[in-house]
Antibody, heavy 121, light 105 residues
């Protein structure tokens, strides 16, 4: 059974960089697309970006200038960095697994439980 | 970018009712559509992909249809455990989600 677990600080100051890690168990990180998705409190879902082992990364155009996703295959983890954060970046951040093919890269079948990150001084 | 809309934004129905949610894309997306269920405080759960294919383990009380720009999600007989927000999602880049439909009893 594939499991994903987000970890990282729950509070980030404005203008600083948000950093989160997703640890994957029960599956190989090199075989699928791995995404970050966020949800501001009481609002809808926004895809942030993905990593795929043989394709590298792709980001939401609205966040592209501030986002970096990287992977550590030795630890079966992938990470998110979001720079220059503001209060608008306050959200529950989820990591999720996409498909193993380009066709289904946006079909998110496994999700972490989510972690709330608040941007505040 | 393709925009996704859903209607209604919320609904209240009785146990046993048939519930229908619609999702509309701003341009033709073929059948590149997923439906998710999100219960309060939980991560979304994939119910349907390719507009009408039930994910493994999902009860057949849920169904989806449509192609092009207009899609429908149906709960055949609403149960208390179906209280949730339902999202459609275009599963091609940049993977845009609809705004959600909150279903209550």
């Amino acid at each position: 059974q594939v499991q994903l677990q987000e970890s990282g600080p729950g509070l980030v100051k404005p203008s600083e960089t948000l950093s989160l890690t997703c640890t994957v168990s029960g599956g190989f990180i090199s075989s699928y697309y791995w995404s970050w998705i966020r949800q501001p409190p009481g609002k809808g879902l926004e895809w942030i970006g993905y990593f795929y082992y043989s394709e590298s990364t792709k980001y939401n155009p609205s966040l592209k200038s501030r986002v970096t996703i990287s992977v550590d295959t030795s630890k079966n983890q992938f990470s998110l960095k979001l720079s220059s954060v503001t209060a608008a970046d306050t959200a529950v951040y989820y990591c999720a697994r996409g498909g193993s093919s380009t066709w289904y890269r946006g079909r998110f079948d496994y999700w972490g439980q989510g972690t709330l990150v608040t941007v505040s001084s | 970018d393709i925009q996704m809309t859903q209607s209604p934004s919320s609904l209240s129905a009785s146990v046993g009712d048939r519930v229908t949610i619609t999702c509309q894309a701003s341009q033709d997306i073929s059948n590149y559509l997923n439906w998710y269920q999100q219960k309060p405080g939980k991560a979304p759960n994939l119910l349907i992909y390719d507009a009408s294919t039930l994910e493994t383990g999902v009860p057949s009380t849920f169904s989806g249809s449509g192609s092009g720009t207009d899609f429908t999600f149906t709960i055949a007989s609403l149960q208390p455990e179906d209280v949730a927000t339902y999202y459609c999602q275009h599963y091609d880049y940049p993977f845009t989600f609809g705004p959600g439909t909150k279903v209550d009893i």
